[in-house]
């Protein structure tokens, strides 16, 4: 496709209270060198390359908000005034950049394990909707396969909630320009949404408007501290981390969540569409409810920004905004690959970057966290 065009991406959008220079945002992407859950230097080496690779918002890595056995080690936190000062400076050096940058909140819920290092040191269970345990599971600091646990059934919710908001607020602290409510993908948001996981005949279970109140609930209390600047991801196919409901009950559920959730005044949500890279088998079947994600959804969406994911191509990118089905991109393994991946669209350059898929996420064999991560070279200064 030609740079002409392409222009569609190249035009400022307005979100929440920030305006972007064009419409090329990177997604949270897990890459692991945050030490002790600690984000470094070389962290902050790697967020500025990309904006000044022409990023219009990036959105950080999945970043947990309470102490938790995920399958990723060295994730970064932002439960203490330590991550807090190691984020501000990262912050920091993004806007002397002339960057953007929300930070995405997590929880993994049933997805974490009891063996794991910072479960251990937080002294609690694993906690989810209900004690329904996923099937996989692959927890790279834990000797073996011990695969995921079945997890305790929160008593109350509202201490989860509670932690999130704890976290938004320390995103404030941080310099953070928003944040994005992680709901995709399986995790916590997910967990209380979707039937095969959430068996609670409380208020919180049950319903579609049962199952929404956490995530909505969640939202509310990050826009009381951070405004209009919140957002949310959501993956309604489903699959990656064992959930998936049937299609009518997708359909049901999120276009009830999508509609209350845009009704709160979100600056975009991101819709993740199917992607088999993130779809699962169990037993020789698919887990995933493959279905059209922007059709099915998108009509739900009248007031927040649109952007979506997995695997969107510039070029279909700039069609889809021209044609005011989205308002932007959010590109996610092109970022990793190429940090200066939006000048490298706009001047017509290939990207032609070779992953270095064994450095994608760093492992307790290897100290090099520099490589397949700063690496990268560019094409366009």
Known sequence: MSTTKLQALFKPLKVGDLTIPNRVTMSALTRNRAEDTYPTELMKEYYVQRVCGGAALIVTEGTLITRQGTEWPNAPGLWDERHVERWKNITTAVHDAGGRIYAQLWHVGRAAHPDAYQQKLAGEPVYAPSAVGARGGKFRMIPGTPGYVTPTAIDDPWKLVAQFKHAAMNAEKAGFDGVELHGANGYLVTQFLDTTCNYRTDEWGGSKENRSRFGLEVLKVLKEVFGNN???????????????????????????????????????????????????EYDGIPRAT?????????????????????????????????????????IGFNWITHPDLTKRVKHGKALDNVPDIPHLQTNKDSRDWKTGYTDYPVAVN
């Not at 359909?251 to 993130?278: C, H, M, N, V, W």
């Not at 099915?296 to 070029?315: C, D, H, M, Q, T």
Request: aromatic share 10%.
């Open 230 to 280: 919140v957002a949310v991801k959501l993956s309604p196919a489903g699959g990656y981390n064992d959930v998936g409901m049937p299609l009518n009950e997708t359909l049901d559920t999120f276009r009830y969540f999508i509609s209350e959730a845009d009704k709160l005044g979100l600056a975009y949500i991101t819709l993740l569409r199917y992607s088999p890279q993130l779809d699962a």
């Open 290 to 330: 493959k279905h059209d994600v922007l059709a099915s959804y998108r009509p739900y969406i009248r007031n927040a920004k649109v952007f979506l994911n997995a695997g969107v191509s510039p070029e279909e990118g700039a069609e889809l905004i021209a044609s005011g089905q989205i308002d932007a991109v959010s």
